[in-house]
């Protein structure tokens, strides 16, 4: 489609976009008949029951104080999380060898296939985050993982961000 202002009348249905075009879905109304796994409460606010989207899933989590969840992937799926209230960790690897944290207004990217563990850090607040994937598929792959006692903690590298220096400098 170009994107010169422009669009293919012959996409366009009957109604003129009025019941299949932009969707508002209220905070409150989200679906919460979703995958759940214990100490987790996930929504769905975009998927195709709700609106017909093919290419993403979009939804909450809430993650209650103290809980995490079991090492799993989900499969060829990328996933963005964006934390909205509390202190996310976030496990990956073979082992979950390595860790990371972020908090409010930090995103999480987790690339396709790699083991992972999403905990909330605090002992007594709820972590709130909002969750987009590359698929409305629910696809979530548990792991037999015997994980690390001591994880590696990793910072954010990229070719803006340098690697920090030993002793801070």
């Known amino acids: 489609m170009p994107h010169d202002g422009h669009h293919d009348p012959d996409t366009a249905p009957a109604d003129g976009w009025k019941h299949s075009g932009v969707r508002v879905i209220p905070g409150n109304s989200l679906d919460t ?17 709700r609106v017909g989207a093919q290419k993403i899933w979009a939804g909450t989590v809430h993650i209650h104080a103290n809980a995490k969840t079991g090492a799993h992937h ?7 999380i964006y934390v909205l209230k509390g ?4 496990r990956w690897g073979e082992k979950l060898e390595y860790v990371a944290e972020a908090g409010p207004g930090d995103f999480i990217y987790v690339p396709p296939y790699v083991p992972h563990q999403e905990i909330n850090a605090s002992t007594d607040e709820t ?5 987009v994937r590359s698929d409305n598929e629910a696809v ?13 903690n990793v910072a954010w590298v990229d070719p803006i961000h ?3 220096t030993p002793g801070g400098r």
């Open 33 to 49: 008949n979703t995958p759940q796994t214990p100490g987790m409460n996930r929504a769905a606010a975009i998927n195709a029951a």
């Open 127 to 131: 972590l709130e985050c909002l969750l």
């Open 140 to 152: 979530v792959v548990n792991l037999d993982i015997e994980p690390v006692e001591r994880p590696e």
């Open 162 to 164: 340098k690697a920090p």
């Open 87 to 90: 202190r996310a960790r976030m």
């Open 74 to 80: 989900h499969g060829a799926l990328e996933s963005v």
